[in-house]
């Protein structure tokens, strides 16, 4: 089983719509959680963290279920410049051995139409 | 402020030839980081370093593998020698070490193709 799982996609939405996508990860101990995006050719960037009591930053809204390890991010009003990979990425900091590292899903491609 | 910088951008080189890949991280991140990104197995961690000490290789695929960090504001990664294979997009990424939250900055990548 691979510790971050995402679904591929691609989520194709026209624009104003509401998307959602799923992440889970394997390791109980995991401490804390990211979104980062990435465009295509570019490097991954930070979208939000994700906090254990739900976060929201715009038209984003980020939820964390760590009894279930379920991770979801939430696009409200999708734009065009939404169209992206997300990346849901999970750290084992203070863990022993785990320090800084960071294990990234493979991704959820998202595509906003006209 | 000046971001991760990576040098070269593209690179292309002929199976058997070494490659070396350089990385700048942003000044005063302690913690740096390889990655590889390919289609089929996504972004992973080759290896990190905190303070210039290597930390966790396992992500390494194999001994022609290898990297450095001399100092806080440069590191390397050495394949030699490069197989078809190897081609992928390799990312450095620098952080402050002590917080759970804080954030990698990436670079812009290499793109490696061997031939």
């Known amino acids: 089983r691979k510790e971050v799982e995402q679904d591929p996609g691609p989520f194709n939405v026209p624009e104003g719509a509401t998307v959602a996508f799923n992440c889970t990860y394997s390791?109980?101990?995991?401490?804390?959680f990211f979104w980062y995006r990435q465009d295509c050719r570019k490097e991954p960037k930070l979208l939000m963290s994700?906090?254990?009591s739900g976060n929201e930053d715009g038209r984003f809204t980020a939820q964390l279920n760590r009894a279930s390890q379920y991770i979801s991010l939430l696009i409200r009003d999708s734009k065009l410049s939404d169209s992206a990979t997300y990346l849901c990425?999970?750290?084992?900091?203070?863990?022993?051995?785990?320090?800084?590292?960071?294990?990234f899903g493979t991704g959820t491609q998202l595509k906003v139409e006209l | 402020d000046a971001g991760v910088i990576q040098s070269p951008r593209h690179e292309v080189t002929e199976m058997g030839q070494e490659v070396t890949l350089r990385c700048k991280p942003i000044s005063g991140h302690n913690s740096l980081f390889w990655y590889r990104q390919t289609m089929m197995r996504g972004l992973e961690l080759l290896i990190y370093?905190?303070?210039?000490?290597?930390?966790?290789d396992s992500g390494m695929p194999e001994d022609r593998f290898s990297a450095k960090m001399p100092n806080a504001s440069f590191s390397t990664l050495k394949i030699q020698p490069s197989e078809p294979r190897d081609s992928a997009v390799y990312f450095c990424a620098s952080t402050a070490l002590g917080l759970a939250y804080n954030e990698q900055f990436f670079g812009p990548g290499t793109r490696l193709t061997v031939l």
């Open positions: 390791n109980s101990a995991s401490q804390s």
């Open positions: 994700v906090y254990s």
């Open positions: 990425v999970v750290n084992m900091f203070g863990v022993t051995g785990g320090g800084n590292k960071l294990t």
């Open positions: 370093f905190n303070n210039n000490v290597p930390i966790d």
